[in-house]
């Protein structure tokens, strides 16, 4: 489907003024003008900065993260946002309030400059999308859509782009905090966002309008339960559970959704909660979905406990359902990724490790115990390719051979830590904390292999 901007609104708030008296008001004397100008003088006191990184972190954490990079480099947003000046601040929350369009920090996608080293780079990074104020904790693309939710203190937005025109196209705001996962259907054109223990679903064909708000417990609201909230939530409401991720099956008929130590199912036909996947004994950070047959999902979970779960869900299933397999033996700390191709699942975890899963077998087939030096946050396979790529919490990207996990390649993806990476049928997305995404198509590789020439087709948002 092709998004046209013409299609969409941008409403425009009303002001009013107030009328002056005409009575004329006493002139103030020296001393009181003093004060005055004295008080109007002082500084302001300088907002607490918080870490642009996703979650908070529970006890079974290891030991904290690296001391943040220096951000002199981050002033490519200087001319995306200098123009609205103050009034960004007087626009938060009707932006925050508002489900329709939002004009501000509107983002683009630019091309990447080329580097050296580009001719045996396995990946080279064509372009950059620039828009989002703080962290990029999510993203999802299709071949012509690009979605990506940010951190944020009082832009919390979901994103929306066109990757044939490069443009930002809409922003999904009113979440009362980090927008921590994001995913499109294409079979209904529904985006749903997760926001501590809400999703929001939205139409994007309907001038972006929420359309359902669901929560961690199971309960439904017909449109917007969030839009009253103008102001950053950090409190979680009794009885819910902060969502870390959420999956749809391949047909767009279910949603999983990560919260606390289980896994709430949704049937999206006629938005209801359906049950719970238990089982495990620590919050579930990620999973993904895949179909076995008609009406049968398969799901696999990670999570803090250090353990990867498989369950099997067949159409109609209700209540509590149990794992049907526990993956042995388990990560030495929590699982931060997960992703497979074919009967191969590949797990990657805060050990700084990589595993290599037979879904078939339900064996565990290799393991690199130090595949990166930090977390390994996410994972992806690239597109056409028997690769898979790895990324860390030190912002370094990894290639590996599908077959044996022999490393292909490393370059540095971004400067700060990448907390997801999504593909589309050319191109791979990563999301960083340095408030981008970058967007990379593979150069030369051939096989898993390093080739001497690489593919130099069109790029994407081509300038």
């Known amino acids: 489907m092709y998004l046209k901007l013409d299609d969409y609104r941008i409403f425009s708030l009303s002001s009013r003024q107030s009328s002056l008296s005409e009575k004329k008001l006493p002139e103030p004397s020296p ?48 001319r995306l946002t200098v123009s609205q000046g103050h009034t960004s601040v007087q626009q938060d929350k009707s932006d925050e309030s508002d489900s329709s369009l ?31 104020t703080k962290a ?59 926001s501590t223990s809400y999703i929001k679903v939205w139409d994007i064909r309907d001038s972006a309008k929420c359309i359902r708000t669901l929560t961690s417990s199971g309960q439904v609201t017909i449109g917007d339960a969030c839009s009253a909230s103008t102001s950053r939530t950090v409190a979680i409401p009794s009885g819910e559970n902060q969502i870390n991720q959420i999956a ?8 999983y959704a990560a ?21 495990h004994l620590g919050p ?11 009406g049968q999902d398969l799901i696999i979970t990670g999570s803090k406990d250090h353990y990867i779960k498989m369950f099997d869900v067949t159409e109609g299933a209700l209540g509590t359902v149990s794992p049907t397999h526990n993956f042995e033996p388990p990560h030495y700390d929590g699982i931060e990724a997960l992703t497979m191709q074919g009967d ?17 077998q339900k064996d565990l087939l290799q393991q690199v115990p130090n595949a990166h030096k930090d977390w390994v946050c996410a994972l992806g396979m690239v597109p056409g390719h028997p690769v898979l790529l790895s990324g860390c919490r030190g912002g370094i990207l990894k290639l590996w051979n599908m077959d044996n996990l022999v490393p292909v390649g490393e370059m540095k993806g971004h400067d700060s830590p990448i907390n ?22 593979a150069r030369n590789l051939q096989d898993g292999q390093m080739s001497d020439t690489g593919d130099l087709g069109e790029d994407i948002a081509s300038s």
């Open 102 to 132: 939002s004009e501000v920090h509107r983002g683009i996608i630019n091309p990447f400059p080329a580097s050296k080293g580009i001719r045996t780079s396995p990946l080279q990074c064509v372009h950059r999308a620039e828009g989002h």
């Open 284 to 294: 579930v950070m990620c999973l993904i979905v895949d179909q076995i047959s008609s």
């Open 420 to 441: 997801a990476i999504c593909v589309n049928s050319t191109h791979v997305f990563t999301a960083a904390d340095d408030r981008t995404v970058r967007i990379w198509k």
């Open 31 to 78: 001393v009181a003008r003093r004060k005055a100008y004295e008080k109007a003088e002082k500084p302001k006191t300088k907002e607490q900065k918080h870490s642009d990184s996703g979650a908070s972190e529970a006890s079974l954490s290891p030991p904290s993260s690296p001391p943040s990079r220096p951000r002199n480099e981050l002033n490519v947003f200087n």
């Open 136 to 194: 990029v904790l999510c993203v999802d693309a299709t071949d012509d859509l690009l979605f990506t939710g940010s951190k944020g203190a009082s832009y919390r937005t979901c994103k929306v782009w066109n990757l044939v025109t490069g443009q930002e196209i809409m922003s999904l705001g009113g979440h009362p905090n980090n927008v921590v996962s994001v995913k499109y259907c294409n079979y209904t054109s529904l985006v749903f966002t997760v």
């Open 248 to 255: 749809l099956n391949p047909t767009g008929t279910f949603l």
């Open 259 to 279: 919260s606390g130590n289980a896994v709430r199912m949704w049937d999206l036909k006629r938005f209801q909660s359906t049950g719970k996947l238990t089982g």
């Open 344 to 360: 191969n699942l590949f797990s990657g975890s805060r050990d700084n490790g990589i595993k290599k899963w037979d879904l078939a």
